[in-house]
């Protein structure tokens, strides 16, 4: 699989690898955070959330993990195709607030 | 699929023209959000609402305004347009209530003044 340790901008992926899209976000009393997907020329759309009191979360072919010490926050895509290609932002909501705040985004390219 | 929608997808205006960007959701939603973003980049929050009558500004300053006088409807609009408004306008809405905070995007308004 590909991964990045901290976060890129870009990541480019083979079809059928798996594929690991790093986020640090920014507050640590955050208790809720969310992935999102977002294709050229549409909205985004949710992929998958985890809360704080969780380390791991899994999907369909997704998993997200949450590093509450390090404020870090991943998302892990198990054979990606083609159809992953797309600009994928984390957002967190904080304590007491119910707006997400995102982070920026990594585009995904994958490779046939 | 979420029922949020967006008009015009695509404008291109001359500086100076007063613009609205139409947004509606079908789905009760008490809370409305409206976020800018520039190509490739990062949404950032210009204005929020937590329900009818209810406007906020978010965190990114913004020269337009907003209005909420039915659930459904939270038109933005731009009195006097200029180049520096050219961006995408992406529309969203999220329950009132519930175990998550799950934002229900509209496809975006993409915004070009000349």
């Known amino acids: 699989g590909e991964s990045v340790g901290l976060h890129l901008p870009t990541l480019s992926v083979q079809e059928g690898d798996n594929s690991i899209i790093n986020c640090a976000y920014s507050n640590s009393a955050s208790d809720y955070f969310i992935w999102y997907k977002q294709e050229s020329g549409k909205g985004p759309q949710f992929i998958i959330d985890i809360r704080s009191n969780m380390d791991k979360r899994q999907g369909q072919r997704v998993t997200v993990l949450l590093n509450k010490t390090v404020k870090h926050l991943s998302l892990q895509i198990a054979a990606t195709q083609p159809g992953d290609s797309a600009v994928y932002f984390c957002a967190e909501i904080p304590p007491n607030d119910y707006k997400l705040s995102f982070g920026a985004g990594t585009t995904v390219t994958v490779r046939a | 699929e979420a029922d949020i929608y967006q008009t015009p997808r695509y404008l291109v205006i001359g500086t100076g023209k007063k613009i609205t960007l139409e947004c509606s959701q079908t789905?009760?939603?008490?809370?409305m959000y409206w976020y800018q973003q520039d190509p490739g980049m990062e949404l950032h929050l210009i204005h929020y609402s937590y329900g009818v009558n209810s406007t906020e500004k978010g965190d990114l300053s913004s020269e337009s305004t907003v209005s909420r006088i039915r659930t459904e409807h939270f038109p933005l609009t731009l009195e006097s347009a200029r180049p520096s408004h050219t961006s995408q306008y992406l529309c969203a809405s999220s329950e009132s209530t519930g175990s998550t905070g799950e934002l229900f995007f509209g496809e975006g308004s993409r915004l070009t003044v000349l």
């Open positions: 789905m009760g939603h008490d809370k």
